[in-house]
């Protein structure tokens, strides 16, 4: 029996007319993934992968609430919403009549909570300009709101004023 004919020899199927070292195209040689590159999620010849720490966790040594390095800081979840609450009451002043600046003085003290939480924190938490937007149209709207109070009592006060006078 020749070693060509042993059925653990991996050349045992191919072509004898063929040197020992070509491999047909689309057929890896042993031991080696195809293309030449190591395959995906395993290290390089001679390399070992890095440690990685499981999803979701800091690694050892990373400062908390902080996040990892070159990693932008979250945005303050206060920051947004003051933004919104702000908007919604400036925008419905022409949608709805103004009924919606009733938001405004809440958009006003969420945005400057949250603009004083980001500056005792500074990398902690990101979205400064947003919660700065909502405290500043926060403020405008409140200022809208106790304009057209102010209007609203000077408009029943000379309907009261303008009622009385003309009754004899």
Known sequence: MTTSDSGDNP????????PP??????QPQQGQSPYGQPQYGQPEYGQQSPAQPPYGQKP??????????GQAPA??????????????????????GGI????????WRMGARAVREIDAN???????????????????GTVLLGLAVLAFVAAIALLMVASVSTTP
């Open 11 to 18: 050349d045992s199927g191919r072509d004898e007319s063929l």
């Open 21 to 26: 070292t070509h491999q047909p195209y689309g």
């Open 122 to 140: 500074p990398g902690m938490y990101a979205g400064r300009d947003q919660a700065n937007a909502g405290r500043i149209m926060g403020l405008i």
């Open 75 to 96: 945005n303050h979840p206060s920051a947004t919403t003051a933004l919104v609450l702000s908007l919604i009451g400036l925008v419905g002043i022409a949608l709805c």
């Open 60 to 69: 050892y040594g990373a400062t908390p609430g902080y996040g990892h390095p």
């Open 100 to 107: 919606t600046l009733v938001l405004s003085p809440f958009a």
